[in-house]
């Protein structure tokens, strides 16, 4: 079967770094998605990754280890609207999305 | 309209009745999603399309039917609903299919009691 697993939770205080991360067994590999989801709104887009490395975006940086099946979200510097839950997805050998649980990070001042 | 619309945001169903959740997005995209979110569990596929007039299955169909009339809109319906339909419904859609960014609309929250 396919696989995604993610913490479930996380706490973090304001001003550091946390680092997210997702492992992932599937039928394939299309690249791998991260979106952020507020409490009570839509999921909105942070990172794609398909080839190995990492990916900086102003605070938040995404990383991928196809061979591993790994990938982790690096938010540095965090703010309170940080706070939210992280959903890592993989696009499978179909193009078909497979999605994580999420993790909520809780963000303490 | 700017995005992808949703409607209703919420609704309080009673078992046996018939829903149809509306979904228009006015990006032009060629793919389109229905998803249903439950606490725990990660986002799942009911349905989707990759262009109007083409459907197909996701992870959990079973009681749900859409239609792709056009490419803007893309309409869930619950023939018969019964409480386990009870969920947070998210309808998206990409411009570029399985590897492109997911623009969700903000939800339907159903209750069906």
């Known amino acids: 079967g396919q696989n995604i697993d993610q913490p479930t939770e996380m706490t973090a205080t304001e001003g550091a770094i946390v680092q997210i991360n997702c492992t992932y067994q599937?039928?394939?590999?299309?690249?791998l998605f991260w979106y952020q989801q507020h409490a009570g709104e839509a999921p909105t887009f942070l990172s794609y990754n398909v080839l190995d490395g990492l990916e900086e975006k102003g605070r938040f940086s995404s990383f991928l280890s196809r061979s591993k099946g790994y990938s982790y979200l690096l938010l540095k510097e965090l703010q309170m609207k940080d706070s939210a839950s992280y959903l890592c997805?993989?696009?499978?050998?179909?193009?078909?999305?497979?999605w994580g649980a999420g993790t909520k990070l809780i963000i303490k001042p | 309209i700017a995005g992808i619309t949703q409607a209703p945001t919420s609704q309080i169903l009673a078992a046996g009745r018939r829903m149809t959740l509306r979904c228009t997005q006015d990006m032009r995209h060629n793919a389109m999603y229905w998803y249903r979110q439950d606490l725990g569990l990660g986002l799942r596929l009911i349905h989707y399309s990759n262009t109007a007039g083409t459907t197909g299955k996701g992870e959990v169909p079973d009681g749900y039917s859409v239609s792709r009339a056009n490419t803007d809109d893309f309409p869930l319906t619950l023939a018969s609903a019964v409480p386990s339909q009870t969920s947070v419904y998210f309808c998206a859609s990409s411009g570029q299919g399985g590897t492109g960014e997911l623009f969700f609309g903000e939800g339907s929250r159903l209750t069906v009691l």
């Open positions: 997805a993989v696009v499978d050998s179909n193009y078909q999305l497979i």
């Open positions: 599937t039928s394939g590999f299309n690249g």
